[in-house]
C-alpha cells in the first residue's frame, strides 16, 4: 500500500508542476496560484478537522485560522499576537512571584531543627576549647 500512496503523491506533485508551467506559458503567474492554493489546501484541511468526529476540533479551528490569516496576507497578526501574549504572561509571573514572598515565621519544626542544630554547634565549639586547655 505504502507503493502505491507514492506512486500517487509523485502523479499529484507532477501534475502540480505541469500544470503551473502551463499557467505561467499562459500568462498567469504561478506565484499567485501558489499563493491562493496553499492557504486554501491548510483551510480545508482545518475545516474538515472541525467538522469530522476524529481529531480535535481546536486544532482544527486554529489551523482553519492560520490558513485564513496566510490567504488574507496577515499572518504576521498571529505571530505578533501570539508575541504580545507571552510577553504580558512573562510580566505577569514575574510581578506575581515578588508577592509569593511569605514573610511569615518559620514553622514550629523549623525552629525546633534550628535549635538542636545551633546546640550542637556550640557543644561543638566548648569540645574545641576544653580540649585546647587540655593540650595547652
Do not use: C
Not at 77 to 86: E, I, N, Q, R, Y
Amino acid at each position: 500500500m505504502g507503493e502505491r500512496s507514492g506512486k500517487i503523491l509523485l502523479g499529484l506533485v507532477l501534475l502540480l508542476i505541469g500544470g503551473l508551467v502551463l499557467l505561467d506559458q499562459i500568462g498567469i503567474d504561478s506565484g499567485d496560484v501558489i499563493g491562493l492554493l496553499i492557504p486554501a489546501v491548510i483551510m480545508i484541511y482545518g475545516a474538515r478537522k472541525i467538522m469530522g468526529s476524529s481529531g480535535s476540533r481546536f486544532w482544527g479551528i486554529l489551523i482553519f485560522l492560520f490558513g485564513f490569516l496566510m490567504l488574507i496576507g496577515k499572518l504576521h497578526l498571529l505571530f505578533t499576537s501570539l508575541l504580545a501574549v507571552g510577553v504580558i504572561y512573562l510580566g505577569y509571573r514575574l510581578i506575581r512571584s515578588k508577592d509569593d514572598v511569605s514573610k511569615e515565621a518559620p514553622p514550629e519544626w523549623e525552629r525546633q531543627w534550628a535549635r538542636r542544630v545551633l546546640k550542637e554547634e556550640t557543644l561543638d565549639q566548648w569540645e574545641s576549647r576544653v580540649n585546647k586547655t587540655k593540650r595547652s
